[in-house]
């Protein structure tokens, strides 16, 4: 579903940035380390090896993407970035248990704001994006048998700032960090009542956090 959610948004940013395609257009090319944390899990389990495993996590790893920018005024740009992480799952607690390969994909149509004017050599910018991020499904051998854990796909926002260098009109170099978090689950935290809207069951939202240090290429036309 968030696929297609996300297909719909980029093709209402795209129509709504029509008139900006013959002024300014931007295609882009990354590449950088990833941050990565997990969630806590419901319960704690006491695995084979006697150890206590209470979280999930990604681990840091490489990360790579690209995006394409639609320069709607001097100021404002709005586009589509993607951006794949090649990470590993693990089990967290009183040991580290890697389980198996994991892919983490973002999907974010996002709005920029740059500084400077269009033909500047150095812009510096800062971009907010909504959109989903994908866990690819992930296979381990366990119990003398080889299992699956299926992938899932979630909503996320995406944070970002950053400047870009160009050497020459149409050509430069881009430096940034981006912070991407995911909701993953609830918990039930509790109970809360109030006088007048009586009482109701409170939770504790968890997020998987990737924070993206890249540097890549950008060219402009």
């Known amino acids: 579903m968030w696929k297609q959610a996300t297909g719909l948004l980029l093709v209402g940013v795209l129509w709504s940035a029509t008139p900006a395609f013959a002024q300014k257009v931007e295609i882009m090319g990354l590449f950088g380390w990833t941050l990565s944390d997990g969630v806590e899990t419901d319960t704690a389990i006491l695995a084979g090896d006697g150890n206590i495993y209470d979280a999930i996590d990604t681990k840091d790893s490489s990360s790579w993407g690209f995006g394409a920018g639609f320069h709607v005024n001097e100021r404002f740009e709005v586009g ?10 693990s089990a967290e607690g009183t040991n580290t248990l890697d ?5 983490v994909y973002s ?3 996002y709005v920029a704001f740059n500084f400077g004017e269009m ?7 800062l971009m907010i994006g909504i959109g989903a991020t994908h866990f690819s499904s992930v296979d381990f ?3 003398g048998a080889q299992r699956t854990i299926p992938g899932e796909t979630q909503f996320s926002t995406t944070w970002g700032a950053g400047v870009k260098v160009y050497p020459s009109p149409h050509f430069g170099v881009r430096f940034g960090a981006q912070w991407t978090p995911t909701y993953i689950k609830t918990d039930a935290e509790g109970w ?4 007048y809207w009586g009482c109701y069951l409170t939770g504790d939202p968890q ?3 990737q924070f993206q240090i890249s540097g890549g290429v950008t060219t402009r036309f």
Not at 192 to 195: E, F, H, L, R
Request: net charge neutral; aromatic share 20%.
């Open 80 to 89: 589509f970035l993607f951006n794949q992480q090649m990470s590993t799952l």
């Open 99 to 103: 389980i198996g390969d994991l892919n």
């Open 107 to 109: 999907y974010h149509p």
């Open 119 to 125: 033909g500047a050599r150095i812009r510096p910018y």
């Open 141 to 143: 051998f366990a119990l």
């Open 192 to 195: 809360w009542c109030d006088p």
């Open 207 to 209: 997020y998987s956090n």
